[in-house]
């Protein structure tokens, strides 16, 4: 009995391990890598959220108002620079866009706002051209 018990936990293990490896690889970006925040073409500012919770309800189009909006972003301008400290794949699901986005943690390292840490979407960053840092881009392609 106590042998079952012990591979059972082995095997929780295991397949915890594989999941979380899986995850990491799906991700889009490396922590410890520089990017660019900017948004499209018609809006270049990133908000910069205080959570990542937020940051998924927003996605999703749950928010609500322009007053709780503000009470929990910073608006970087685009070019800011960042470093990237943690990244969740897939856990968006913005309301107006067919595909999944990751979140990703960063640490803004120029502007107005630099030192503060917060949340950004996917789509929000870009490698950071001409950096003597590591590259933020994983070359594993996002399904």
């Known amino acids: 009995m106590k042998r079952l018990v012990c591979l059972s936990v082995a095997l929780a293990c295991l397949f915890q391990a594989r999941a979380m490896a899986e995850s990491q690889a799906l991700c889009t970006v490396s922590a410890g890598g520089r990017v660019v925040l900017e948004s499209d073409a018609v809006d270049p500012d990133v908000f910069l959220w205080d959570s990542r919770d937020r940051l998924i309800d927003y996605a999703a189009g749950q928010w ?80």
């Not at 840490?117 to 001409?130: K, Q």
Request: charged content about 15%.
């Open 64 to 143: 609500g108002n322009t007053r709780a909006i503000f009470a929990h972003t910073v608006l970087a301008e685009p070019g800011t620079q960042a470093m990237v400290v943690a990244c969740y794949p897939s856990v968006a699901h913005p309301k107006f866009s067919a595909g999944d986005e990751d979140a990703i943690g960063v640490k803004i390292l120029s502007g107005p706002h630099r030192g503060r840490y917060g949340w950004v979407l996917s789509s929000d960053i870009h490698l950071s051209r001409g950096s003597a840092g590591q590259s933020a881009v994983n070359a594993v392609p996002k399904n």
